[in-house]
């Protein structure tokens, strides 16, 4: 270590945009999250890959077993577990992206203070926000590669097209992972922090997750084709059998926007987020 | 009154305020820290020397005021003024999840800093820290004295031109202290800038060049420890205990003798130029107090004068 001179204390201003919040380097956070889920436990991390998969044979094999074969998304006969599965996959990319991205960065912000210590340091808080977004998508990443082989395993998967639904996971988890974020700005307590949960779990059953949108009132299903499980679950139920229409690029659009909105909210929201 | 004006301000606040709703948790306070300075927040808990501190390093917004550190804004170029800064909060906020050296490297790469630099800089600091034995360690093992040489290890990695330490002792045995204060002397001459806040007046006797009292978020005195002690106290103080009701009662007893008396809950305290003198007259009234005992005048004496409160509750 050099003695400091008078000329070191004199700093230059980034005149870059977003100086103040964000440093480029988001690589640094995935790293620190890549080097901790080493030495963590890996039985959160296996949990998350299982749950769906729970789902799915005891939907999928019990109650198929009664039901048989119901209308596929063009109009052709599937298995029952063939047409839950696409909407099981959606339900978890939903499930992981809001939780990684509402009560774990509650939980790092207010408690585990990982963030204090990262932005102690010259990363911003808009570094933090994307590295934690990107680990996130990468786990829902990881799950939907391992879901999707135990339905190839299940013989549910009939063309190569499925394959999409990787990435159309990915992109649905980005789209809640984002609007979670600026969710969790606004968040003072654990508690407010079940309202979120109060809303995943309505919006779970009833998004044709089950069973088609045809079964309510048209009232109702216009309520559903609001929210955004209903186009997810269609999106990958469309991929998962090669059926495509003008309704998948409004399904793909609709996170589209979904993420464009999100990130507008959560970098607006970084400073109450971050520095308070 | 900065002590060396020919070095450049490295910290200067104006008028800086924070709120948090109708509390005020800084009050207006305004200073400058030269360059190479060792500068200190002194006051009791919830004064507002957190606050400040957080601020400075731009990981809280004021409510009003400037703040200038080392030319820049913290609000407006946060990353660029942290590059430079070293960080050590109050609470040791270590990734619990990372190993004691990972701690060091991925704090490193926080700054965008390259591993060929890291890990021989990792292994540097855990020498100056004490802590090569334990580099593969876990944290939670490590005792609270470890963690803190840790913390102070970590807050190095980026070779910080200015320091800032939030109650660096607090809870540390005396042993751990004087290490620790060893190796904050080191750094001063090497030419870092050192902001500290602590509620211990001897640390910021020991370690501060200058210091300002701080009380309630307001700024009650600015000075170096020697001219604060001359300015608000008394060469020497006698201390003298009566037994706890009978303090008070003492004290009209002993009016008039030295300067200044003040009476706390379990003594009485005499400032007085000559301690030993002031003791003689206590015993020529015909009082006999429990015990007596002079001692040289502290920050403590100054914050009492200044506040009418002690400093440690």
Known sequence: ?276 | MIQNPSRPAVIVADQLTKRYGDFTAVDSISFEVPAGESFGLLGPNGAGKSTTMRMIGGVSQRSGGTLSIMGLDPEQQGPEVRAHLGVVPQEDNLDQELKVRDNLIIYGRYFGLPMSYLRPKADELLEFAQLTEKSTARVDDLSGGMKRRLTIARSLINDPRVLLLDEPTTGLDPQARHILWDRLFRLKERGVTLILTTHYMDEAEQLCDRLIVVDQGRIMAEGSPAALIREYSTREVLELRFGADRNAGAADAVAGIGERIEVLPDRLLIYAHDGEAALDAVTARGLTPLTSLVRRSSLEDVFLRLTGRSLIE
Request: proline share 4%.
């Open chain 1, 1 to 276: 270590m050099s003695l400091i001179r008078d000329a070191d204390l004199v700093l230059k201003p980034d005149r870059r945009p977003f100086a103040a919040l964000y440093s480029r380097n988001i690589r640094a956070v995935i790293e620190r999250g890549l080097m901790a889920t080493r030495t963590s436990n890996a039985a959160i991390m296996i949990s998350g890959f299982v749950e769906p998969v729970l789902y799915l044979l005891s939907m999928g094999i019990g109650l198929g077993a009664l039901i048989g074969t119901v209308q596929g998304p063009e109009g052709t006969p599937i298995s029952y577990a063939a047409y839950i599965a696409p909407a099981l996959l959606t339900v978890s990319a939903m499930n992981g992206a809001l939780y990684d991205s509402t009560i774990n960065v509650f939980f790092k912000m207010n408690y585990g203070k990982l963030y204090q210590n990262m932005l102690h340091t010259s990363l911003g808080p808009l570094d933090v926000a994307l590295g934690e977004i990107f680990l996130a998508l990468l786990r829902g990443f990881l799950y939907a590669t391992g879901f999707t082989i135990v339905m190839a395993a299940m013989g549910l998967i009939t063309t190569w097209w499925a394959l999409l639904m990787v990435p159309a996971s990915v992109l649905i988890a980005f789209g809640f992972a984002s609007i979670g974020m600026g969710i969790t700005s606004y968040i003072r307590t654990f508690q407010q922090l079940d309202w979120v949960t109060f809303i995943m779990l309505p919006m779970f059953l009833f998004s044709a997750t089950f069973y088609p949108l045809d079964v309510y009132p048209q009232a109702i299903q216009w309520l559903i084709q609001v929210l955004p499980l209903w186009h997810g679950v269609e999106l990958l139920r469309q991929l998962s059998v090669g059926a495509f229409g003008v309704m998948t690029v409004v399904h793909v659009l609709y996170y589209v926007l979904m993420i464009g909105g999100g990130m507008m909210l959560t970098t607006n929201r970084l400073r109450a987020l971050f520095l308070k």
